[in-house]
Nanobody, 123 residues
Framework: EVRLVESGGGTVQSGGSLRLSCAAS????????MIWVRQAPGKEPEWVSW????????VYADAVLGRFTISRDNTKNTLYLQMNNVKPEDTALYFC????????????????RGQGTRITVSS
């Protein structure tokens, strides 16, 4: 059974930092690309960042470019998202997922996702 479990969410003030983690099990983590997706209240989900299987290539949505950093540790089967200089518009449920397709800026699909961790940014 594939399991993706996110942690690290919470409430943070605007301009602050958080690091999200996504612990993976039930799959050979190190051979798969991964993505972070977020869904703000009342809005459609949007992808935030993508990383290839070995961490050698990353892509970011324009809204987070220069502020967020995606990384992974394949020895720990864990995906990360370092969030710096957060803004109120970053408030959302963040979840990690295994993409089956990824074609920015808008097209992506995934087959497995975690339950998510909620981020609230106060102004």
């Amino acid at each position: 059974e594939v399991r993706l479990v996110e942690s690290g969410g919470g409430t943070v003030q605007s301009g602050g930092s958080l690091r999200l983690s996504c612990a993976a099990s039930g799959l050979t983590f190190g051979i798969y690309d991964m993505i972070w997706v977020r869904q703000a209240p009342g809005k459609e989900p949007e992808w935030v960042s993508w990383i290839n299987f070995d961490g050698g290539s990353t892509v970011y949505a324009d809204a987070v470019l220069g502020r967020f950093t995606i990384s992974r540790d394949n020895t720990k089967n864990t995906l990360y998202l370092q969030m710096n200089n957060v803004k109120p518009e970053d408030t959302a449920l963040y979840f990690c997922a295994r993409p089956t397709s990824f074609s920015p800026p808008d097209e992506y699909e995934y087959d497995f996702r975690g339950q998510g961790t909620r981020i609230t940014v106060s102004s």
